[in-house]
């Protein structure tokens, strides 16, 4: 088998290794989306920063390592996709464990926010990962030898050397060539193409994996016309069911400086350079809790990621609260026939108001534990954001809207399924073309409750098993 991967970004480069300093948005290496104007959010548009390099996103991702709760991949198998309950992809997920690691690096904050948690009677739990998913504790990275350990480290380049692997970058896919319901190869922005002898994957994320379909005339016919594209397949289901999760800041002024901060940058370079430990090697959030909210819901609804520094505060710590229910999905859309054009984003965020319920038990929760001894002792000064004033539902509901960001975890747009906004089947076939899988947090049903970079390695790791079994 002989392999060609196409990245439209920059290869990887060494400075994204040391984790402290790679999680950055840096201009050359991300795309540059920004969402539709969000009624939930008060007329809002966000950033949506998703990598554009080697190893996509998980180069400059944050690194937590959080498969999401057991049920999240049972409801996958409950829509239809034999194969994929917790039971079934465990074996793809323990197929990282070589690349995760512990935190090295423990803030005081990070620690204080555990202890305060189990004061305000949580549980702690050792492994996220393992049989407690809900609880408090420490977050597994995915780093190695305190070096970032994502997709272009750990997988592609021990693979480099292969004689059958060509591995191009500013390489922009402009289609899937078809020769009638094939998939037969990809043409480039230059004009290129690159022909297949086994089958096209389609790995660009979920908000360029639909849109690639699109511009191949694989999606919705309606949509496709009125932006001047033959439909050569009919797929309802492309660009829909766009999921993601938000957080909320809750934000306290410190006590401390924060470890991060500038003035220890010089000490920590010399502790990073002759050990590998240190501040460097750390994401910012170490810790954090997930949590169930309202008994009556499948699945833990809140999680919290304590950040030991904040960039909307000098010396202020963040009690994150990430809610996890995207009620009302969205969608991803091309604009046109454009290529370089990038699609348009409109996640529909916050449309139900039980999302903003959820956000507002999170942060009343979050105040709570602030309150808890350890945290008072850190300690932590008064609360910044929401703001003591701001406690009313209403007040909080108004916060909530002004403030959200999105946790960029992306997902959902070329779901896998059986149902008529199905895309891709439980194999991550395209529906109605041969030859053609997708292969990314696009195929996601539904969005697991937690982070997305541990989910789309178990479906890669899943879909090289299917692609070597020869299951066409
Ligand atoms: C700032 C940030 C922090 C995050 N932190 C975490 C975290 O701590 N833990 C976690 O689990 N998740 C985190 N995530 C989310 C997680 O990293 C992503 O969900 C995951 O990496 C997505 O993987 P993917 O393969 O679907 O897409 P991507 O990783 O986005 O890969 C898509 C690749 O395809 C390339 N591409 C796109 N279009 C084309 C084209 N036309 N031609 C050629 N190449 C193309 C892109 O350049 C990119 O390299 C974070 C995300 C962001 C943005």
Excluded at 201 to 221: D, E, N, Q, R, V
Aim: aromatic share 8%; net charge neutral.
């Amino acid at each position: 088998m002989r392999v060609l991967l196409l990245e439209a970004g920059r290869d990887y480069p060494l400075t994204f290794s040391v984790p402290l300093a790679s999680f950055r948005f840096t201009p050359p290496y991300q795309w540059r989306y920004r969402t539709t104007t969000q009624t939930g959010l008060r007329g809002r548009s966000l950033a949506f920063p998703t990598g554009k390099v080697v190893g996509g996103t998980s180069s400059i991702n944050a690194m937590i390592y959080y498969r999401g709760p057991a049920a999240s991949y049972d409801r996958w198998e409950q829509f239809g996709n034999t194969g994929w309950s917790y039971r079934d992809v465990l074996q793809y997920f323990r197929k990282s464990d070589e690349f995760v690691s512990r935190p090295q690096h423990i803030a005081a904050f990070s620690q204080s926010f555990v202890d305060a948690c189990m004061e305000t009677g949580m549980r702690r739990t050792d492994d996220f990962n393992g049989p407690q998913e809900e609880g408090v504790g420490f977050y597994a990275v995915l780093q190695r030898d305190g070096r970032r350990a994502g997709a272009a480290t750990s997988y592609l380049d021990p693979a480099r050397r292969r004689s059958n692997l060509q591995v191009r970058t500013s390489a922009l896919v402009r289609k899937i060539l078809l020769e009638g319901n094939r998939a037969a190869g990809v043409e480039l922005l230059n004009g290129e193409t690159a022909f297949a002898a086994g089958e096209v994957i389609l790995s660009a994320g979920a908000l360029h994996s639909p849109k690639t379909l699109m511009l191949s005339g694989i999606g919705p016919a309606d949509h496709l016309k009125r932006i001047g594209i033959a439909a050569r397949v009919d797929l309802p289901g492309v660009g829909e069911h766009l999921l993601d999760h938000l957080h909320v800041p809750v934000l306290y002024g410190s006590g401390q400086r924060s470890p991060g901060a500038h003035l220890y940058w010089p000490v920590a370079a010399i502790q990073y350079a002759i050990r590998r430990q240190g501040v460097l090697t750390s994401n910012c959030c170490e810790s954090g809790a997930i949590v169930s909210t309202r008994p009556d819901f499948p699945m833990p609804d809140v999680q919290f990621v304590a950040h030991f520094q904040s960039p909307l505060a000098p010396n202020a710590v963040d009690l994150e609260v990430c809610l996890l229910p995207h009620s009302v999905p969205g969608t991803v859309r091309a604009v046109s026939d454009d290529p370089t054009a990038l699609p348009e984003v409109d996640p529909k965020y916050l449309v139900d108001d039980a999302d903003v319920a959820c956000a507002i038990r999170g942060i009343r929760l979050a105040r709570e534990i602030a309150q808890a001894p350890s945290l008072r002792r850190f300690p932590l000064h008064a609360e910044i954001l929401p703001g003591k004033r701001t406690s009313s539902d209403a007040d909080l509901a108004g916060y909530v809207r002004a403030t959200a960001d999105s946790g960029h975890h992306h997902a959902g747009t070329c779901k896998m399924g059986n149902d008529p906004m199905a895309v891709v089947d439980r194999f991550l076939r395209v529906h109605g073309i041969e030859c053609l899988r997708v292969v990314d947090a696009s195929i996601m049903p539904d969005i697991p409750g937690g982070n997305t970079c541990a989910p789309v390695l178990m479906i890669a790791e899943k879909a090289a098993d299917l692609i070597r079994s020869g299951e066409r």
